[in-house]
Protein backbone atom coordinates (compact mmCIF):
# COMPACT_ATOMS: atom_id res chain seq x y z
CA UNK A 1 0.00 0.00 0.00
CA UNK A 2 1.48 3.38 -0.85
CA UNK A 3 2.16 6.30 1.82
CA UNK A 4 -1.12 8.16 0.37
CA UNK A 5 -3.39 5.24 0.42
CA UNK A 6 -2.26 4.13 3.92
CA UNK A 7 -3.11 7.22 5.22
CA UNK A 8 -6.46 7.43 3.21
CA UNK A 9 -7.44 3.92 4.50
CA UNK A 10 -6.61 4.21 8.12
CA UNK A 11 -6.81 7.83 9.07
CA UNK A 12 -6.66 8.78 12.33
CA UNK A 13 -6.19 6.07 15.13
CA UNK A 14 -9.15 5.12 17.12
CA UNK A 15 -7.32 3.99 20.10
CA UNK A 16 -5.58 6.80 22.39
CA UNK A 17 -2.64 6.25 24.14
CA UNK A 18 0.04 7.44 26.04
CA UNK A 19 3.04 5.48 25.07
CA UNK A 20 5.97 5.58 27.36
CA UNK A 21 9.42 3.94 26.10
CA UNK A 22 11.19 3.22 29.19
CA UNK A 23 15.17 2.65 28.36
CA UNK A 24 14.27 5.58 25.99
CA UNK A 25 18.56 6.73 26.14
CA UNK A 26 19.60 3.52 24.91
CA UNK A 27 20.84 2.04 21.31
CA UNK A 28 17.34 -0.01 20.75
CA UNK A 29 15.45 3.49 21.59
CA UNK A 30 16.92 5.55 19.37
CA UNK A 31 17.61 3.21 16.46
CA UNK A 32 13.91 1.40 16.37
CA UNK A 33 11.53 1.99 18.87
CA UNK A 34 11.87 6.25 18.14
CA UNK A 35 11.84 5.87 13.72
CA UNK A 36 9.09 3.07 14.19
CA UNK A 37 6.74 5.56 16.29
CA UNK A 38 7.52 8.36 14.17
CA UNK A 39 6.39 6.06 10.93
CA UNK A 40 3.32 4.99 12.52
CA UNK A 41 2.56 8.94 13.60
CA UNK A 42 3.63 10.46 9.97
CA UNK A 43 0.69 7.72 8.54
CA UNK A 44 -1.61 8.61 11.46
CA UNK A 45 -1.99 5.21 12.81
CA UNK A 46 -1.07 7.23 15.83
CA UNK A 47 -4.09 10.05 17.23
CA UNK A 48 -3.27 13.52 16.66
CA UNK A 49 -3.03 13.36 21.00
CA UNK A 50 -1.20 10.67 21.24
CA UNK A 51 1.55 11.47 23.44
CA UNK A 52 5.46 10.06 24.22
CA UNK A 53 7.10 9.69 27.16
CA UNK A 54 11.18 8.53 27.01
CA UNK A 55 12.30 7.87 30.07
CA UNK A 56 15.84 6.27 31.24
CA UNK A 57 18.42 7.29 33.60
CA UNK A 58 20.60 9.82 31.52
CA UNK A 59 19.75 13.38 32.41
CA UNK A 60 18.84 15.02 29.25
CA UNK A 61 17.00 18.45 28.73
CA UNK A 62 13.86 17.81 25.98
CA UNK A 63 16.78 19.67 23.27
CA UNK A 64 18.98 16.90 23.64
CA UNK A 65 16.25 14.36 24.18
CA UNK A 66 14.67 15.56 20.33
CA UNK A 67 18.22 15.35 19.41
CA UNK A 68 18.57 11.81 21.04
CA UNK A 69 15.24 10.88 18.95
CA UNK A 70 15.72 12.10 15.94
CA UNK A 71 19.27 10.80 14.94
CA UNK A 72 18.10 7.63 13.16
CA UNK A 73 15.13 9.00 11.81
CA UNK A 74 15.35 9.38 7.54
CA UNK A 75 13.83 12.54 6.40
CA UNK A 76 13.48 12.66 2.55
CA UNK A 77 11.83 15.73 2.17
CA UNK A 78 10.03 18.91 3.17
CA UNK A 79 6.80 16.79 4.01
CA UNK A 80 8.85 14.26 6.59
CA UNK A 81 10.83 17.63 8.24
CA UNK A 82 7.45 18.79 8.92
CA UNK A 83 5.98 15.07 10.30
CA UNK A 84 9.16 15.22 12.52
CA UNK A 85 8.58 18.41 13.92
CA UNK A 86 4.99 17.67 15.12
CA UNK A 87 5.87 14.61 16.26
CA UNK A 88 8.79 15.74 18.48
CA UNK A 89 6.14 18.32 20.03
CA UNK A 90 4.51 15.32 21.65
CA UNK A 91 7.34 13.46 22.95
CA UNK A 92 8.86 14.83 26.78
CA UNK A 93 11.49 13.19 28.77
CA UNK A 94 11.70 12.05 31.90
CA UNK A 95 15.03 10.68 33.69
CA UNK A 96 14.87 8.29 36.47
CA UNK A 97 16.08 5.45 38.22
CA UNK A 98 14.25 2.31 37.60
CA UNK A 99 14.07 0.80 40.71
CA UNK A 100 13.49 3.62 42.73
CA UNK A 101 9.86 4.08 43.92
CA UNK A 102 9.73 7.82 43.99
CA UNK A 103 11.29 8.40 40.01
CA UNK A 104 8.74 6.65 38.86
CA UNK A 105 6.01 8.75 41.29
CA UNK A 106 7.60 11.56 39.31
CA UNK A 107 6.87 9.87 36.04
CA UNK A 108 2.93 9.17 37.15
CA UNK A 109 2.94 12.76 37.98
CA UNK A 110 4.54 13.45 34.02
CA UNK A 111 1.98 11.09 32.90
CA UNK A 112 -1.19 12.87 34.08
CA UNK A 113 -0.30 15.57 33.14
CA UNK A 114 -0.18 14.81 29.63
CA UNK A 115 -3.08 12.95 29.44
CA UNK A 116 -4.85 15.71 30.98
CA UNK A 117 -4.05 17.27 28.01
CA UNK A 118 -4.52 14.44 25.95
CA UNK A 119 -7.34 12.56 27.63
CA UNK A 120 -6.10 9.16 26.52
CA UNK A 121 -7.03 6.43 29.00
CA UNK A 122 -4.68 3.57 27.30
CA UNK A 123 -1.26 3.06 28.57
CA UNK A 124 1.91 1.57 26.57
CA UNK A 125 4.83 0.47 28.90
CA UNK A 126 7.84 -0.21 26.05
CA UNK A 127 10.43 -1.75 27.57
CA UNK A 128 13.63 -1.21 25.60
CA UNK A 129 15.90 -2.37 28.55
CA UNK A 130 18.52 -5.01 29.47
CA UNK A 131 16.80 -8.22 30.83
CA UNK A 132 18.31 -7.63 33.94
CA UNK A 133 16.07 -4.36 34.90
CA UNK A 134 12.86 -6.23 33.78
CA UNK A 135 11.65 -7.42 36.81
CA UNK A 136 12.53 -3.73 39.10
CA UNK A 137 10.92 -2.22 36.28
CA UNK A 138 8.09 -3.96 35.75
CA UNK A 139 7.36 -3.69 40.06
CA UNK A 140 7.71 0.11 39.95
CA UNK A 141 5.31 0.22 36.70
CA UNK A 142 2.57 -1.89 38.85
CA UNK A 143 3.30 -0.12 42.14
CA UNK A 144 3.29 3.59 41.15
CA UNK A 145 1.95 3.60 37.47
CA UNK A 146 -0.73 0.98 37.15
CA UNK A 147 -4.38 2.01 37.28
CA UNK A 148 -7.47 -0.21 37.25
CA UNK A 149 -9.53 2.46 34.99
CA UNK A 150 -6.77 2.61 32.24
CA UNK A 151 -6.06 -0.47 29.84
CA UNK A 152 -2.56 -1.40 30.00
CA UNK A 153 0.05 -3.23 27.98
CA UNK A 154 3.31 -3.74 28.49
CA UNK A 155 6.18 -4.44 25.17
CA UNK A 156 9.15 -6.72 26.45
CA UNK A 157 11.99 -7.24 24.69
CA UNK A 158 13.95 -10.14 23.77
CA UNK A 159 15.91 -12.01 25.18
CA UNK A 160 13.00 -13.95 27.56
CA UNK A 161 15.73 -15.85 29.83
CA UNK A 162 18.89 -17.89 29.26
CA UNK A 163 17.55 -21.80 29.67
CA UNK A 164 14.34 -23.76 30.62
CA UNK A 165 14.84 -22.62 34.23
CA UNK A 166 15.59 -18.75 33.87
CA UNK A 167 12.72 -18.27 31.04
CA UNK A 168 10.16 -19.85 33.68
CA UNK A 169 11.56 -17.31 36.44
CA UNK A 170 11.20 -14.39 34.44
CA UNK A 171 7.26 -15.23 33.44
CA UNK A 172 6.85 -16.15 37.14
CA UNK A 173 7.70 -13.19 38.49
CA UNK A 174 6.22 -11.28 35.35
CA UNK A 175 3.15 -12.87 35.47
CA UNK A 176 3.07 -12.11 39.01
CA UNK A 177 2.68 -8.55 38.66
CA UNK A 178 1.05 -8.39 35.03
CA UNK A 179 -1.87 -10.68 33.42
CA UNK A 180 -0.66 -12.80 30.33
CA UNK A 181 -2.73 -10.27 28.27
CA UNK A 182 -1.66 -7.19 29.27
CA UNK A 183 1.88 -8.65 28.65
CA UNK A 184 3.38 -8.04 24.87
CA UNK A 185 6.84 -10.48 24.31
CA UNK A 186 8.13 -8.58 21.27
CA UNK A 187 10.36 -10.55 18.84
CA UNK A 188 10.67 -8.53 15.70
CA UNK A 189 10.99 -11.11 13.65
CA UNK A 190 7.07 -11.96 13.90
CA UNK A 191 6.53 -8.11 12.15
CA UNK A 192 8.51 -8.40 8.81
CA UNK A 193 6.37 -8.79 5.72
CA UNK A 194 7.14 -11.58 4.33
CA UNK A 195 7.05 -13.42 7.67
CA UNK A 196 3.73 -12.12 8.48
CA UNK A 197 2.47 -13.12 4.74
CA UNK A 198 3.33 -17.00 5.65
CA UNK A 199 0.10 -17.64 6.69
CA UNK A 200 -1.96 -16.08 3.36
CA UNK A 201 0.77 -17.98 1.65
CA UNK A 202 -0.15 -21.47 3.10
CA UNK A 203 -3.78 -21.24 4.17
CA UNK A 204 -5.12 -19.06 1.06
CA UNK A 205 -3.56 -20.79 -1.91
CA UNK A 206 -4.71 -24.58 -2.87
CA UNK A 207 -1.99 -24.47 -4.63
CA UNK A 208 0.74 -24.79 -1.73
CA UNK A 209 -1.79 -26.64 0.70
CA UNK A 210 -1.99 -29.43 -1.16
CA UNK A 211 1.56 -30.12 -1.45
CA UNK A 212 2.48 -28.37 2.06
CA UNK A 213 3.66 -31.87 3.45
CA UNK A 214 6.32 -34.89 4.08
CA UNK A 215 4.86 -36.42 1.19
CA UNK A 216 6.07 -33.83 -1.36
CA UNK A 217 8.97 -31.97 0.59
CA UNK A 218 12.03 -33.32 1.29
CA UNK A 219 13.92 -30.86 3.84
CA UNK A 220 13.48 -27.36 4.91
CA UNK A 221 16.32 -24.37 5.31
CA UNK A 222 15.84 -21.26 7.74
CA UNK A 223 18.92 -19.46 6.68
CA UNK A 224 20.47 -15.83 8.94
CA UNK A 225 23.39 -14.23 6.99
CA UNK A 226 24.58 -11.09 8.78
CA UNK A 227 27.50 -9.50 7.44
CA UNK A 228 28.89 -7.45 10.43
CA UNK A 229 30.78 -9.53 13.26
CA UNK A 230 30.27 -8.37 16.94
CA UNK A 231 32.36 -5.09 16.91
CA UNK A 232 33.41 -4.73 20.19
CA UNK A 233 30.44 -5.70 21.66
CA UNK A 234 31.56 -8.92 21.95
CA UNK A 235 31.31 -9.16 25.67
CA UNK A 236 27.65 -8.43 25.95
CA UNK A 237 27.37 -10.99 22.61
CA UNK A 238 29.90 -13.62 24.57
CA UNK A 239 26.71 -13.99 27.33
CA UNK A 240 24.24 -15.03 24.56
CA UNK A 241 25.70 -16.85 21.42
CA UNK A 242 24.31 -16.61 18.28
CA UNK A 243 21.76 -19.63 19.19
CA UNK A 244 20.12 -17.76 22.07
CA UNK A 245 20.47 -14.28 19.85
CA UNK A 246 18.95 -15.61 16.80
CA UNK A 247 17.97 -19.55 16.45
CA UNK A 248 15.94 -19.89 19.40
CA UNK A 249 13.63 -16.84 18.39
CA UNK A 250 13.90 -15.31 15.07
CA UNK A 251 14.40 -18.59 13.36
CA UNK A 252 12.29 -20.96 15.74
CA UNK A 253 9.27 -18.30 15.32
CA UNK A 254 9.35 -18.58 11.70
CA UNK A 255 9.77 -22.39 11.54
CA UNK A 256 6.28 -22.69 13.76
CA UNK A 257 4.88 -20.70 11.38
CA UNK A 258 6.58 -22.75 8.08
CA UNK A 259 5.19 -25.67 9.79
CA UNK A 260 1.81 -24.97 11.93
CA UNK A 261 -1.59 -26.72 11.25
CA UNK A 262 -4.39 -24.21 10.47
CA UNK A 263 -6.05 -22.26 13.07
CA UNK A 264 -9.40 -22.20 13.89
CA UNK A 265 -9.57 -18.50 13.05
CA UNK A 266 -7.10 -15.42 13.29
CA UNK A 267 -7.67 -14.77 16.74
CA UNK A 268 -4.09 -14.52 18.48
CA UNK A 269 -5.31 -17.32 20.59
CA UNK A 270 -5.85 -19.81 18.09
CA UNK A 271 -2.94 -18.77 16.19
CA UNK A 272 -0.99 -19.35 18.82
CA UNK A 273 -2.25 -22.50 19.77
CA UNK A 274 -1.25 -23.98 16.83
CA UNK A 275 2.43 -22.59 17.04
CA UNK A 276 2.54 -24.17 20.66
CA UNK A 277 1.27 -27.44 19.48
CA UNK A 278 4.22 -27.41 16.62
CA UNK A 279 7.00 -26.93 19.14
CA UNK A 280 5.43 -29.70 21.74
CA UNK A 281 6.28 -32.47 18.74
CA UNK A 282 9.89 -31.28 18.35
CA UNK A 283 12.35 -33.10 21.00
CA UNK A 284 15.56 -31.54 22.11
CA UNK A 285 18.23 -30.89 19.74
CA UNK A 286 20.58 -33.74 19.63
CA UNK A 287 24.48 -33.18 19.77
CA UNK A 288 25.07 -35.04 15.93
CA UNK A 289 22.43 -32.40 14.43
CA UNK A 290 24.80 -29.23 15.60
CA UNK A 291 27.18 -27.56 13.98
CA UNK A 292 29.10 -24.64 15.28
CA UNK A 293 31.45 -22.03 14.22
CA UNK A 294 33.49 -19.15 15.41
CA UNK A 295 34.73 -16.78 13.01
CA UNK A 296 38.55 -15.09 12.81
CA UNK A 297 39.97 -12.40 11.03
CA UNK A 298 39.28 -11.65 7.43
CA UNK A 299 41.28 -13.70 5.03
CA UNK A 300 43.47 -10.24 3.93
CA UNK A 301 43.89 -9.97 8.22
CA UNK A 302 42.78 -6.20 8.05
CA UNK A 303 39.43 -7.43 10.18
CA UNK A 304 39.28 -8.48 13.63
CA UNK A 305 38.33 -12.09 14.69
CA UNK A 306 36.04 -12.85 17.13
CA UNK A 307 38.57 -13.45 19.86
CA UNK A 308 40.56 -10.25 18.89
CA UNK A 309 37.75 -8.41 20.81
CA UNK A 310 39.27 -7.13 23.64
CA UNK A 311 35.89 -7.52 25.83
CA UNK A 312 35.31 -11.08 24.98
CA UNK A 313 37.04 -13.50 27.41
CA UNK A 314 39.82 -15.30 26.50
CA UNK A 315 39.75 -18.70 24.67
CA UNK A 316 35.91 -18.03 24.75
CA UNK A 317 34.10 -20.99 22.67
CA UNK A 318 31.03 -18.88 22.26
CA UNK A 319 29.43 -20.02 18.77
CA UNK A 320 29.22 -17.50 16.01
CA UNK A 321 27.84 -19.39 13.26
CA UNK A 322 24.86 -22.67 14.52
CA UNK A 323 23.33 -24.76 12.25
CA UNK A 324 21.00 -27.11 13.82
CA UNK A 325 18.93 -30.14 12.51
CA UNK A 326 15.00 -30.10 14.13
CA UNK A 327 12.54 -32.87 13.61
CA UNK A 328 8.47 -32.80 14.02
CA UNK A 329 7.15 -35.94 15.20
CA UNK A 330 3.38 -35.56 13.55
CA UNK A 331 1.61 -36.88 10.80
CA UNK A 332 2.21 -34.00 8.78
CA UNK A 333 6.00 -33.54 9.01
CA UNK A 334 7.21 -36.83 10.55
CA UNK A 335 10.77 -37.78 8.94
CA UNK A 336 11.56 -33.88 7.10
CA UNK A 337 14.16 -32.31 8.78
CA UNK A 338 14.12 -28.34 9.33
CA UNK A 339 17.87 -27.35 9.24
CA UNK A 340 18.38 -23.69 11.12
CA UNK A 341 21.24 -21.70 9.98
CA UNK A 342 22.50 -18.70 11.22
CA UNK A 343 25.83 -16.77 11.77
CA UNK A 344 27.41 -13.23 12.07
CA UNK A 345 30.38 -12.21 9.72
CA UNK A 346 29.42 -14.15 6.93
CA UNK A 347 29.82 -12.90 3.32
CA UNK A 348 26.45 -11.07 2.70
CA UNK A 349 23.42 -10.50 4.61
CA UNK A 350 19.80 -12.42 3.75
CA UNK A 351 17.46 -14.25 5.80
CA UNK A 352 14.96 -16.75 3.54
CA UNK A 353 13.32 -19.83 3.61
CA UNK A 354 14.27 -23.26 1.31
CA UNK A 355 11.39 -25.03 0.72
CA UNK A 356 12.77 -28.16 -1.25
CA UNK A 357 10.96 -30.94 -2.59
CA UNK A 358 11.04 -34.04 -3.32
CA UNK A 359 12.59 -36.00 -6.76
CA UNK A 360 10.20 -37.01 -9.52
CA UNK A 361 9.60 -40.24 -8.93
CA UNK A 362 10.28 -42.93 -12.38
CA UNK A 363 11.10 -39.50 -14.31
CA UNK A 364 11.55 -39.43 -18.35
CA UNK A 365 14.15 -37.11 -18.16
CA UNK A 366 17.55 -36.30 -16.86
CA UNK A 367 19.42 -34.16 -15.19
CA UNK A 368 16.49 -32.50 -13.29
CA UNK A 369 16.94 -30.36 -10.28
CA UNK A 370 14.34 -30.48 -7.77
CA UNK A 371 11.51 -27.99 -7.49
CA UNK A 372 11.92 -25.99 -4.47
CA UNK A 373 9.69 -22.72 -3.13
CA UNK A 374 12.56 -19.76 -1.44
CA UNK A 375 10.93 -16.86 0.80
CA UNK A 376 13.24 -14.17 0.73
CA UNK A 377 12.71 -12.35 3.91
CA UNK A 378 15.47 -9.70 3.66
CA UNK A 379 16.66 -7.55 2.00
CA UNK A 380 14.50 -7.89 -1.19
CA UNK A 381 11.45 -9.63 -0.05
CA UNK A 382 10.77 -11.94 -2.39
CA UNK A 383 9.03 -15.51 -3.75
CA UNK A 384 10.14 -17.47 -5.84
CA UNK A 385 9.35 -20.87 -7.22
CA UNK A 386 12.08 -22.85 -9.18
CA UNK A 387 10.86 -25.55 -11.41
CA UNK A 388 11.83 -27.52 -14.87
CA UNK A 389 11.18 -25.48 -18.32
CA UNK A 390 12.20 -26.60 -21.72
CA UNK A 391 14.76 -24.58 -23.03
CA UNK A 392 13.51 -22.76 -25.89
CA UNK A 393 14.47 -23.99 -29.49
CA UNK A 394 13.95 -27.53 -31.54
CA UNK A 395 15.13 -29.64 -28.76
CA UNK A 396 13.69 -31.45 -25.66
CA UNK A 397 16.88 -29.89 -23.48
CA UNK A 398 15.44 -28.95 -19.67
CA UNK A 399 16.59 -25.79 -17.87
CA UNK A 400 15.71 -24.21 -14.51
CA UNK A 401 13.55 -21.35 -14.59
CA UNK A 402 11.54 -19.56 -11.87
CA UNK A 403 8.03 -17.80 -10.94
CA UNK A 404 9.41 -15.18 -9.45
CA UNK A 405 6.99 -12.61 -6.86
CA UNK A 406 9.78 -10.20 -6.25
CA UNK A 407 8.05 -7.16 -4.37
CA UNK A 408 10.66 -4.17 -5.67
CA UNK A 409 9.18 -4.84 -9.29
CA UNK A 410 5.11 -6.09 -8.32
CA UNK A 411 4.89 -3.77 -5.24
CA UNK A 412 7.05 -0.90 -6.55
CA UNK A 413 4.32 1.37 -5.50
CA UNK A 414 4.25 0.35 -1.52
CA UNK A 415 5.72 1.14 1.33
CA UNK A 416 6.82 -2.01 3.44
CA UNK A 417 6.24 -1.15 7.04
CA UNK A 418 9.39 -1.57 9.32
CA UNK A 419 8.75 -4.46 11.50
CA UNK A 420 8.44 -2.71 14.85
CA UNK A 421 6.07 -0.45 13.23
CA UNK A 422 4.32 -3.56 12.62
CA UNK A 423 4.42 -4.98 15.87
CA UNK A 424 3.96 -1.86 18.05
CA UNK A 425 0.54 -0.68 15.99
CA UNK A 426 -0.50 -4.82 17.07
CA UNK A 427 0.21 -4.18 20.95
CA UNK A 428 -1.98 -0.69 20.59
CA UNK A 429 -4.81 -2.62 18.77
CA UNK A 430 -4.25 -5.20 21.27
CA UNK A 431 -3.65 -8.28 18.44
CA UNK A 432 -1.22 -10.41 20.36
CA UNK A 433 -1.27 -12.87 17.27
CA UNK A 434 2.71 -12.05 16.49
CA UNK A 435 3.90 -11.84 20.14
CA UNK A 436 4.98 -14.95 22.02
CA UNK A 437 2.87 -16.42 24.83
CA UNK A 438 4.59 -17.78 28.34
CA UNK A 439 3.43 -21.33 27.08
CA UNK A 440 5.14 -21.25 23.78
CA UNK A 441 8.22 -19.48 25.15
CA UNK A 442 8.51 -22.43 27.74
CA UNK A 443 8.20 -25.13 24.45
CA UNK A 444 10.96 -23.13 22.70
CA UNK A 445 13.03 -23.39 25.91
CA UNK A 446 12.46 -27.12 26.10
CA UNK A 447 13.93 -27.43 22.83
CA UNK A 448 17.36 -25.83 23.32
CA UNK A 449 18.15 -25.83 26.97
CA UNK A 450 19.77 -29.41 26.76
CA UNK A 451 22.00 -28.87 23.95
CA UNK A 452 22.69 -25.38 25.17
CA UNK A 453 23.94 -26.82 28.54
CA UNK A 454 26.34 -28.99 26.65
CA UNK A 455 27.74 -25.87 24.73
CA UNK A 456 28.16 -23.73 27.93
CA UNK A 457 29.70 -26.50 29.34
CA UNK A 458 32.24 -26.60 26.40
CA UNK A 459 32.12 -29.91 25.44
CA UNK A 460 31.38 -28.83 21.55
CA UNK A 461 34.33 -26.64 19.82
CA UNK A 462 33.60 -24.45 17.61
CA UNK A 463 34.79 -24.39 13.51
CA UNK A 464 36.55 -21.69 13.04
CA UNK A 465 35.98 -19.82 9.80
CA UNK A 466 37.01 -16.14 8.07
CA UNK A 467 34.84 -13.22 8.78
CA UNK A 468 33.81 -12.65 4.99
CA UNK A 469 33.57 -15.97 4.14
CA UNK A 470 30.39 -18.20 3.70
CA UNK A 471 30.92 -19.73 7.04
CA UNK A 472 32.61 -23.08 8.66
CA UNK A 473 33.93 -25.75 6.87
CA UNK A 474 31.85 -28.78 6.95
CA UNK A 475 28.53 -26.78 6.40
CA UNK A 476 27.94 -28.12 3.04
CA UNK A 477 28.29 -31.47 3.92
CA UNK A 478 25.57 -30.76 7.05
CA UNK A 479 23.07 -30.02 4.95
CA UNK A 480 23.55 -32.66 2.56
CA UNK A 481 23.50 -35.00 5.69
CA UNK A 482 19.70 -34.24 5.82
CA UNK A 483 18.97 -34.56 2.07
CA UNK A 484 19.54 -30.81 0.43
CA UNK A 485 20.55 -31.40 -3.13
CA UNK A 486 21.91 -28.81 -5.35
CA UNK A 487 20.90 -28.13 -8.62
CA UNK A 488 21.90 -30.50 -11.54
CA UNK A 489 22.24 -27.14 -13.73
CA UNK A 490 23.11 -23.92 -13.31
CA UNK A 491 20.72 -21.24 -11.89
CA UNK A 492 20.64 -17.67 -11.08
CA UNK A 493 18.10 -16.17 -9.67
CA UNK A 494 17.34 -12.85 -11.49
CA UNK A 495 16.60 -10.98 -8.21
CA UNK A 496 15.15 -7.45 -9.81
CA UNK A 497 15.60 -5.92 -6.18
CA UNK A 498 19.08 -4.04 -5.66
CA UNK A 499 18.99 -4.59 -2.16
CA UNK A 500 19.59 -8.72 -2.90
CA UNK A 501 21.40 -8.23 -6.22
CA UNK A 502 23.79 -11.04 -7.05
CA UNK A 503 24.03 -14.47 -7.54
CA UNK A 504 21.77 -16.92 -5.40
CA UNK A 505 24.02 -18.51 -2.69
CA UNK A 506 22.95 -22.14 -1.84
CA UNK A 507 24.63 -23.10 1.59
Not at 135 to 158: F, G, H, M, S
Not at 250 to 268: D, F, G, N, R
Amino acid sequence: MSSASLISAQGDAKHLYTIVVLGASGDLAKKKTFPALFGLFKNRYLSRNTRIIGYARTKMDQTSFEGHVSKFIKVKNEEDKAALSRFLSVCSYQSGQYDHDGDFQELEKHIERVEKISGAKERLFYMALPPSVFIPVAACLKKNNYRQDVVTRLIVEKPFGMDLDSSRKLAKELGALFKEEEIYRIDHYLGKEMVKNLMILRFANVIFGSVWNRHSIDNIQITFKEKIGTQGRGGYFDEFGIIRDVMQNHLLQILTLVAMEPPVTLSSEDVRDEKVKVLRFIPPIAKEDILLGQYTKSEDGKEPGYLDDSTVPRGSKTPTYAAATLFIHNERWAGVPFVLKCGKALDQQKTEIRIQFKDVPGSIFTNLSRNEIVIRVQPGEALYVKMMNKEPGLGMKTIISDLDLSYSSRFNSSVIPEAYESLILDALNGDQSNFVRDDELDAAWKIFTPILKTIDEGEIDPIPYALGSRGPEGVSEFVAKYGYTREQQQYVWPQHSEAAAGQEQKA
